[in-house]
């Protein structure tokens, strides 16, 4: 059966902890939770979840929750791609909140302050530094921030702020500029695994000491994105990339499904305009990364039972993804299902061959670590993404060990050289 890896939507457990000011709210129509001396009024349908308690609990963004204090390990995180996105509020100290480059951040006076017109997010996320209250908030939706724009609109101080020794620190903007890392993508033929979220540097110098991978798909931003990423910074990548990990950054645009947040248009002609606007959401995060040029970023478009519907739009997004991101100076691939993607893409491959992927990386969950034409989908002898130009998703959401260190993981074999992309055959066999 092909992977179709969407988040499931219970096992709520331990993690569900009101705090311990928490009261119904006066009108009925939600509760008041009081954290960092500010009290914040809930719809009555959200959770809260209280991360210091609860370090391992997965920061989701497919419920509609209160997250309080800094993530933890998110040793929880299951799943990649979310049909429906909920409205999301997470508070944390501004002072050691994590620097996120994958999100835009808005440094405001206060609650009160907050812009009219928020700033552009083509993750549906997007931060608030408010230095009055000097509580960091993370705002992520669906269509729209409106909602839990008015949530954080009002909130009130729950007692006389406090006077600090000293100025509240206020966290860094990133940007664009600096130094990039050496080659996150340095030629990689071997074992690779993919997670929802970007694991600890404990856990990412464990594995690279104790397991068989080499490479990790790390989840940039899309709007379709199932886990935040608190840990996802230029550093990060720099780090990662020092050790010696190939990097496959992943993008979850728009999917094969029908919603009007996270969808695909069936309009071809809609989709190829889908397809140009991720390409630029994922450069402007590979960019704020410090991911260089001749990046290959990957294109998260899940499985799909219904082709004649979603062939031909899925075929326009994922050139016009391809276009758009070699205009920009980067390379292209795309994730997709042997039982449709692949189907599709193979089928129109003559038609515009340059605008075809540079990387096919199929969703096949056979347990065979291979790039073989067979395991990939394609025709024995093909042509068709020849060369190192290939990766196969193996297996599926499991649990891996390695040192003691336990993660969610999808696992697969990656054959991958962005260097020898631009030197493709101009015209394959087909």
Not at 28 to 39: A, E
Not at 131 to 160: I, K
Not at 319 to 324: C, L, N, V
Not at 351 to 371: G, H, K
Request: net charge neutral; proline share 8%.
């Amino acid at each position: 059966m092909a992977p179709i890896r969407t988040l499931l939507s219970g096992l709520l457990g331990a993690a569900l902890l009101i705090p311990v000011q928490s009261a119904a709210d006066d009108d009925g129509g939600g509760r008041i939770v009081d954290y960092l001396g500010l009290r914040v009024t809930l719809p009555a349908d959200w959770r809260v979840v209280d991360l210091d308690r609860n370090p391992d609990t997965c920061v989701r963004l497919d419920l509609p929750t209160l997250y309080l204090g800094h993530a933890g390990t998110q040793a929880e995180c299951t799943g990649r791609a979310v049909a429906v996105r909920a409205d999301t509020l997470h508070l944390e100290p501004l002072g050691k909140a994590p620097e996120r480059a994958d999100i835009p951040t808005v440094t405001v006076d206060s609650w009160t302050a907050l812009r009219e017109v928020p700033p552009r997010s083509d993750s549906n996320e997007l931060r608030y530094a408010l230095r009055r209250s000097e509580v960091m908030a993370t705002v992520s939706y669906g269509a729209t921030p409106d909602a839990v724009r008015r949530v954080l609109a009002q909130v009130r101080a729950a007692a006389p702020p406090h006077t600090p020794h000293a100025p509240a620190p206020v966290v860094a903007v990133p940007t664009a500029g600096g130094p990039g890392p050496r080659s996150a993508q340095e030629p990689f033929k071997g074992e690779g695994f993919d997670a929802c979220t970007a694991p600890t540097q404990k856990a990412m110098d464990t594995w690279r000491a104790d397991s068989p991978f080499g490479a990790i798909g790390v989840y940039i931003g899309g709007r379709a994105r199932a886990c935040a990423q608190p840990r996802l910074t230029a550093r990060w990548v720099e780090r990662q990339a020092a050790a010696g990990w190939h990097l496959m950054p992943i993008w979850v645009g728009p999917q094969p499904w029908h919603n009007a947040a996270t969808g695909l248009s069936t309009d071809p002609s809609g989709a190829d305009a889908q397809g140009r606007e991720a390409a630029e959401g994922a450069v402007d995060a590979a960019r704020s990364l410090r991911l260089p040029v001749g990046t290959v970023l990957y294109n998260d478009l899940e499985n799909y039972t219904d082709r004649a519907t979603w062939d031909a739009p899925v075929v326009a997004y994922l050139t016009a993804w391809t276009q758009r991101l070699h205009e920009l100076g980067y390379r292209s691939a795309a994730y997709v299902s042997v039982s449709s993607g692949v189907k599709a893409l193979s089928a129109h491959y003559h038609q515009a061959p340059q605008a075809m992927p540079d990387v096919l990386w199929a969703a096949r969950w056979n347990l065979s670590a291979s790039v073989g034409d067979a395991d990939m989908g394609l025709a024995k002898g093909t042509a068709k993404w020849a060369g190192p130009r290939r990766a196969h998703q193996f297996r599926g959401d499991h649990d891996a060990t390695y040192g003691g260190i336990t993660l969610n993981i999808d696992r697969n074999w990656v054959d991958v050289n962005p260097a020898a992309l631009a030197a493709k055959d101009k015209k394959p066999r087909i």
